[in-house]
């Protein structure tokens, strides 16, 4: 089970991109709004960047492992695809899960604990990545990696998806656009999704659904990428995807579309129609995102993305910045200079942290696991 050679650089720089929109999206959240929405909606509903992770992840998964799956799923496919999917995720969640534990439990005055999001029947949950699933009714230590746990049944079910979308085509690309149809408009509208801080407040009709049922929202954005990377390898679209103009129209309906809060199935589409134009790409935005700096920030996205919870958490313990008014998690602002000051110095903060854990933690955790528990010795990034 080889995967191809022909890595797609590109969407690395596309995730270190989204990795840092999500880390603003929740310093907003946990610390001060430093930007009003009256201005913009943009970062404001930039929660979606993990709707653009679940597509990524389908669209590479196919593009890597879709051939070692076309013909059937053996015992030991399925084992060495699984070790190697389990290697890259796990490490660092259960680094990052087990170091938050141990500073909740001794790093903090026992005044600051427990919170509503910190409680030992949880952390079960948290460890076998069930945490997306609904079981609890609020988000849990580690927030960010509710996406971990929906991300993982993707994987559970790549297999059996790649297969069946490889052996009958038509059929599966319709009964797979409808249940992505239908797990987005669940959550949108039928399942009975609360605010767990402010239940009184009813949630908008929108996907952020996280600890509530966020695994279909993971498993659709997977599915979602599956079939882009089919659609892809049509000679006549990548020709159309490779040119700069395409690239930029997408990124500017983009940012119009987060700017201006339209609904975020829309928004879903053009991530959708974004993943495969930055894939095929040759041009312009080619070069930047191959540049070092942007593959860096692609390389240690995971990290920045489970560590940035470091960064927040003293704020859910009563911690507050000098100049933030307002209480209560996302209802906390900040004048704009002070605020993109603050800001920055988190993202600094978080980026040398995580190429620390990138470097020390992920790294090696992933080539020790590949070595001793799988015979597959070169595995994507």
């Not at 593959?295 to 240690?300: L, S, T």
């Amino acid at each position: 089970m080889l995967p191809k050679t022909n890595y797609l650089s590109n969407l690395t720089a596309l995730r270190g991109i989204a990795a840092i929109l999500v880390a603003i999206f929740h310093f907003e959240m946990a610390v001060a709004r430093f930007i009003p929405a009256s201005s913009t909606q943009f970062f404001e509903k930039s929660y979606l960047m993990v709707d653009l992770f679940f597509i990524m992840s389908g669209f590479i998964m196919l593009h890597v492992y879709g051939e070692s799956f076309s013909i059937n799923v053996s015992g030991n496919n399925y084992r060495k695809f699984m070790v190697a999917r389990f290697a890259r995720i796990y490490p660092l969640h259960f680094f990052s899960l087990s170091l938050l534990i141990l500073i909740t439990f001794y790093g903090y005055p026992p005044s600051a604990y427990p919170n509503p999001m910190e409680f030992n029947a949880s952390i079960p949950t948290n460890y076998l990545l069930l945490h997306s699933y609904y079981i609890h009714r609020i988000y849990t230590w580690n927030i960010p990696s509710w996406s971990i746990s929906a991300e993982w049944l993707a994987y559970l079910l790549f297999p059996a998806l790649a297969l069946i979308l490889k052996r009958l085509k038509v059929q599966a690309l319709i009964v797979y656009i409808i249940v992505i149809i239908l797990s987005y408009y669940s959550i949108m509208y039928l399942l009975p999704r609360k605010n767990p801080l402010y239940p009184l407040i009813p949630v908008p009709h929108n996907i952020n659904s996280t600890y509530d049922y966020g695994f279909l929202r993971g498993v659709a954005g997977f599915m979602t990428g599956m079939l882009m990377y089919r659609l892809y390898l049509w000679h006549t679209i990548q020709q159309l995807l490779s040119k700069d103009l395409t690239a930029l129209i997408i990124i500017i309906l983009l940012i119009a579309g987060l700017h201006y809060a339209i609904n975020d199935a829309f928004i879903v589409i053009l991530f959708s129609a974004c993943v495969p134009a930055f894939a095929a790409n040759e041009g312009y935005f080619k070069r930047i995102c191959n540049t070092q700096i942007a593959q860096y920030f692609g390389d240690i996205s995971y990290s920045i993305y489970l560590m940035q919870i470091f960064f927040q958490d003293p704020f859910s313990k009563g911690f507050r910045l000098s100049g933030v008014t307002g209480y209560g998690r996302g209802k906390m602002n900040i004048d704009f200079l002070p605020g993109i000051v603050y800001c920055s110095i988190y993202l600094a903060l978080l980026i040398i942290t995580a190429g620390i854990t990138y470097r020390f933690i992920e790294k090696p955790s992933r080539k020790f696991i590949n070595k001793y528990w799988s015979s597959e010795a070169t595995l994507s990034k």
